[in-house]
């Protein structure tokens, strides 16, 4: 950098005895400063982006529907509403799923997401498989993987009979 | 504005108007953008809406769109072609290293300006490429669930993630982006516009300088000399992009994004077509490593190049091996891309639920193979399987099955699956199978003997 004297050279030599020069206090009572406003509102701003992971809203039992809805043997798309979701959330609120029912009261609610990376699963009740449109994945009836990427089985809601009708426990997007 | 008359050397040629161009198609963004915003609603129970009103009400709104889809194209391109020349002609070299190490952070943030304003469309294919986005990040070692939850703003993707991507592409990564163009630019005058590369005249840290300033005493200004250069391109950018918008026009709009649609195939943009096809392609095994390890080592090289090659020969005539550097990426980049948009490990979903099966397939079968075509429709064969074209590529093709597998290969095959098929002994009935062979037998080429059964032994 520039070798030219700077004005007022003779001021920081000012040192008092064991002190710090004038120059040198307005430097650090500068960047302490800057450092200062920094923090104030990096506090609040930081605070408020990081909100979601303070969010602890507990998952809720969603209504599904009447148990006549799912046949025993087959396998149904059902959807629910979340009522915790924003105003604004319009459709996203909304879930869907896809519910096995075996025998009796034995009920898998299965994510929608492929286990690979989430696209939404098609259930082909002739050839008894879950397909994704996305990778290639496949799955069995059961939820188990059959061909492609994913590298497990389908993800599962977990489920109750209440009154007769089916409910699930809401979750968060389903990841490996 | 002296600073616009600073000298370039004398041979400065029409190859240095890329990065122009790409400032154009910049600014053309931002001022469309800032229009666009006026009227766009960043909520999920409205953005759809809003966008229909700008697409078929709007003044202009359908032009605007298309040239804000058009812009983000030729900015990919752009910045594409701009960081090509720059490498051809050894430009990153001393003392240039922060310009290209600029340009690479520039490079990221066009990439996640073309992602996240995908995702603006707020149309199945935008939601659930949000989906897809999420989950990449959540395979982040440790920090995964964390950071998943910051992207999406909450635990699914709902009314804060859309707002959230909405702040992200007008405002954060632009305000970034204005400050690297800043500091781009700063760096571009600073340094001066690099010269045409001789042959024999390799950089080196010591004497570059001086011989640089020695061609500048020679040199010409910026402007007009070598700006109208500048002006012609672009002029042809912004021309190009408006005569598509108004051809082509904004991409219509898909399905509105609603999660319950199970019925989605979501496809991502195309400059990111052929990173689905990597998704797609890549061995389970070692999938997180290319997930995450992948972007990560493409930015790491290109900033590495300015740190391992900051001297030497710009020249291509002394680096033949630069155009191979070039073209084995871009080659590779066009064939995932084909394989990307043709998508062969894909099941043929709307194939299979929406064309009936070819017309001389089906015609002159015997009741029986009429059944087995109904099971092969039904039990979803044609997902994966296509026959004379028509079906999914996931599986071989089954035009001329009868020609290569007896009655009894068939039979063990689609009961027991294996090679990637899911083995449906247990789905389908020996009855409907019987008429499923018959149907597989039938499909031959017009001049084929019937494959002979070997004898048991």
């Known amino acids: ?176 | 504005m002296p600073v616009v008359r600073h000298p370039v050397p004398r041979s400065v040629n029409w190859w240095y108007v890329t990065g122009s161009a790409t400032l154009m198609a910049f600014i053309l963004q931002v001022v469309t953008g800032v229009a666009l915003a006026t009227n766009y609603v960043p909520a999920p129970s409205a953005a759809y809406d809003s966008l229909n009103f700008i697409t078929n009400h709007a003044e202009f709104g359908n032009v605007l769109r298309g040239m804000h889809f058009f812009g983000a194209s030729a900015m990919v391109i752009l910045v594409l072609i701009h960081m090509t020349q720059v490498f051809l002609t050894g430009s990153y070299k001393y003392p240039r290293e922060l310009n290209w190490l600029s340009g690479v952070l520039l490079l990221a943030l066009t990439l996640a300006m073309a992602f996240t304003g995908q995702l603006l469309r707020w149309d199945q294919n935008a939601f659930w490429s949000t989906v897809v986005g999420a989950e990449q990040i959540a395979r982040t070692p440790i920090l995964g669930p964390a950071l998943t939850e910051l992207v999406l703003a909450g635990k699914t993707v709902g009314g804060a993630t859309l707002t959230r991507f909405f702040a992200i592409h007008v405002f954060l990564i632009p305000a970034i982006i204005f400050g690297l163009i800043g500091v781009h630019l700063y760096l571009a005058v600073h340094h001066g516009v690099s010269e045409w590369p001789e042959a024999g005249e390799p950089v080196r840290k010591a004497t570059y300088r001086e011989r640089y300033h020695r061609l500048l005493r020679q040199g010409v200004p910026f402007f007009p000399d070598a700006a109208w250069k500048d002006v012609v391109v672009m002029i042809v950018v912004v021309a190009a992009i408006i005569v598509l918008a108004i051809a082509i026009g904004a991409p219509s709009l898909g399905k509105p994004a609603d999660p319950t649609i199970v019925q989605a195939y979501p496809r991502p943009d195309w400059y990111f077509v052929w990173y689905f096809a990597v998704l797609a392609l890549s061995p389970p095994a070692i999938e997180n490593y290319i997930i995450l390890g992948f972007p990560l080592l493409v930015f790491v090289a290109l900033a590495l190049i300015p740190i391992l090659w900051p001297t030497g020969e710009r020249s291509l005539v002394r680096r033949p091996w630069a155009p191979a550097v070039v073209t084995i990426p871009v080659l590779l980049v066009v064939v995932l891309s084909v394989e990307g948009f043709k998508a062969p490990w894909s099941p043929a979903l709307t194939t299979l639920l929406s064309e009936p099966l070819p017309q001389p397939v089906v015609t002159n079968l015997q009741p029986a193979g009429l059944k087995g075509a109904q099971i092969f429709q039904f039990r979803g064969c044609r997902a994966c399987h296509g026959i004379q074209g028509s079906g999914g590529n996931k599986g071989p093709s089954l035009t001329t099955v009868g020609d290569r597998l007896t009655a009894a290969q068939l039979t063990t095959r689609i009961a027991a699956g294996g090679g990637g098929m899911p083995a449906y002994g247990g789905v389908i009935s020996p009855a409907e199978m019987q008429v499923l062979v018959e149907f597989l037998q039938g499909l031959r080429s017009p001049s084929h003997e019937p494959p002979v059964t070997p004898l048991a032994p």
């Open chain 1, 1 to 176: 950098m520039s070798q030219e004297p700077v004005a007022g050279e003779q001021n920081r030599r000012q040192r008092a005895p064991g002190g710090i020069s004038r120059r040198e206090l307005f430097t650090r009572v500068s960047v302490a400063g800057g450092g200062v406003i920094a923090a104030l509102l990096a506090v609040p701003v930081v605070g408020y982006l990081l909100g979601p992971l303070f969010d602890n809203t507990p998952n809720n039992w969603l209504d599904l529907g009447p148990l006549s809805d799912f046949p025993e043997g087959e396998t149904r798309e059902a959807q629910f509403s979340d009522p915790s979701s924003l105003p604004w959330a319009g459709d996203t609120a909304q879930t869907a799923v896809w519910v096995r029912r075996g025998n009796g009261e034995d009920f898998t609610i299965f994510a929608l997401n492929c286990t690979h990376l989430g696209c939404p699963v098609s259930w082909l009740p002739g050839a008894r498989l879950f397909l994704c449109p996305c990778h290639g994945g496949v799955y069995n009836g059961d939820g188990s993987v059959a061909g492609g990427p994913p590298p497990r089985s389908l993800f599962t809601y977990r489920s109750r009979v209440r009154n007769g009708r089916l409910e699930a426990l809401s979750r968060s997007l389903p990841t490996v």
